[in-house]
């Protein structure tokens, strides 16, 4: 691997305790993966966040912190504990208890991709799922850390919106109590990571830029949720689940004719959320 684990696009003066992080964006296929795999390169990035990085972009114009991955989630799982080791994929794991994110091929280092479809022929080595975690998550996570502490260090709170985009099919049965299928889905773990007025105003955010939003189903957020979560202390979490097909063809990835205008009303949700106990302004209540 040649490149860095993570891209860090800091602001020239940070003024939001908001930090932006991307984990499944990453697109950069180590050769060694793409030759051993038995899917084409196409079928291999479609478990990817495709072009979330990009649809944050401008988050450092508006003083926060934007935190992407570079390597893909088929390579190792961001969003994942770095223990969710699966045997059926890694030579020498034992299996503990019942892990439904394992059995399902979805651990840190992923055995298949969207849809269900086995990444590779047989088991890769335990001392290469350990590469791939020293050399990327942990590092990734690390920074995370780093750039939370900094933020609860500044500003007296830390708030990171763990962004994320979801299949069209995932949203098929579900619908808003407007009665419309969600294009924006918010996860707090039903109350959990992050506190009610944080999670209400990223809510309006979205709402104020015209989409239809949800919360908590069919995604209430994973491990990124779950660890970084902790209201009590002053860091809120939360994660957003955007529909790719409002930018993108899902089957190719590409970007659809008007990505520029549905940017712009990312760019201007990504401002509101920013504005969140900014310089200035009162830091969100418990």
């Known amino acids: 691997m040649s490149k860095a684990p993570y891209l860090l696009q800091r602001p020239e003066r940070r003024t939001s305790p908001v930090v932006f992080a991307s984990p499944h964006s990453g697109r950069a296929y180590p050769p060694e993966m793409v030759q051993a795999s038995v899917l084409d390169p196409l079928q291999l990035r479609s478990s990817e966040d495709a072009h979330v990085d990009r649809l944050f972009s401008d988050v450092p114009s508006f003083g926060a912190v934007l935190l992407s991955a570079v390597y893909p989630r088929a ?3 961001l969003n994942r504990r770095a223990d969710e080791l699966d045997p059926a994929l890694i030579e020498d794991v034992t299996r503990v208890g019942l892990n439904p994110r394992i059995a399902s091929g979805l651990g840190v280092i992923p055995r298949v991709v969207a849809g269900g479809r086995s990444i590779y022929r047989g088991k890769i080595t335990r001392a ?22 900094e933020s609860l260090s500044l500003f007296g709170q830390a708030i990171l919106i763990d962004c994320h985009s979801m299949p069209r099919e995932a949203l098929s049965t579900i619908r808003t109590a407007r009665g419309k299928r969600p294009e924006v889905v918010i996860g707090d773990r039903y109350g959990a990571s992050a506190s009610p007025s944080v999670v209400s105003a990223v809510e309006a955010a979205f709402r104020a830029q015209g989409f239809s939003v949800s919360r908590n189903v069919p995604f209430a957020g994973a491990y990124v949720v779950q660890h970084y979560g902790r209201p009590s202390r002053q860091c809120h979490t939360v994660q957003v689940e955007i ?9 190719t990835l590409a970007l659809r004719s008007d990505f520029p205008e549905l940017r712009a009303r990312i760019s201007a949700v990504a401002r509101a959320i920013s504005e969140i106990g900014a310089e200035g302004l009162p830091l969100a209540a418990e």
């Open 75 to 77: 390579w190792v799982d």
């Open 128 to 149: 290469e799922a350990q590469a791939r975690i020293d050399t990327v998550w942990i590092p990734y996570h690390q920074l995370l850390r780093a750039v939370l502490d």
């Open 243 to 251: 529909d790719r097909s409002l930018y993108m063809n899902e089957r």
